[in-house]
């Protein structure tokens, strides 16, 4: 009888915690919690743009964020708050890319006389959407050389994905569509002839 009765307590306990972590697990996917952005991965593409502009060793001065209600930080995604892994900061975010990208292109040099800044200006996701979710991010880049301005212009791009009524997809696909938000900024950016010409 001790044994039975041992084992019912047991079994209840086990039935108690494995309630407690569903509805942990519900909390996380539904919302109401912190999540972080993934890292940004250099884009090959990008990186073939820096190599064929055949531009001098730059260096990433410091980006700015600009205070805007569209440039949100956190980013919130149906009550779940989108944080950058970079020292919560998505201007951070925005100088880590770009660090990475002249780095793999072999044209990071911190000691160049010609210097990459600039603010960011808009940073938002939307993942309210039943079927498609959106992004919008700009930036304002600006080029010196020897503390000479030699480009100064705003750069937008926009991104939509597969979304869902579900909040535990909608707000994940969410998530992993940050980087490639600002992959496509950069690709922007890269592909413009007058910041090509700044660099080289």
């Known amino acids: 009888m001790f044994s039975t009765g041992r084992n019912m307590t047991i079994t209840n306990a086990s039935r108690h915690s494995a309630l407690s972590s569903a509805l942990v697990a519900l909390v996380v996917l539904t919302g109401g919690c912190a999540i972080v952005a993934p890292n940004y991965s250099p884009s090959i593409d990008n990186v073939q743009l820096l190599k064929n502009g055949k531009i001098a060793q730059t260096k990433v001065g410091s980006f700015q964020s600009a205070a805007d209600p569209a440039n949100a930080n956190p980013i919130s995604l149906r009550g779940s708050s989108l944080q ?9 975010y925005l100088t880590e890319a770009l660090r990475l990208e002249l780095s793999l292109a072999g044209k990071l040099d911190a000691n160049s006389t010609i210097e990459i800044s600039g603010v960011l200006l808009r940073n938002d996701l939307d993942a309210s959407g039943v079927s498609k979710g959106f992004g919008e991010i700009s930036a304002n880049f600006v080029v010196t050389r020897n503390g000479v301005r030699q480009f100064d212009k705003t750069k937008s791009a926009r991104l939509e994905w597969e979304s869902s009524f579900v909040g535990a ?30 660099l080289q």
């Open 84 to 92: 950058s892994p970079y020292a919560n900061s998505y201007a951070a």
């Open 169 to 198: 997809i909608a707000i994940p696909n969410a998530q992993q569509s940050y980087p490639r938000m600002v992959k496509n900024l950069l690709s922007d950016l890269f592909s413009d002839p007058e910041f090509v010409k700044a």
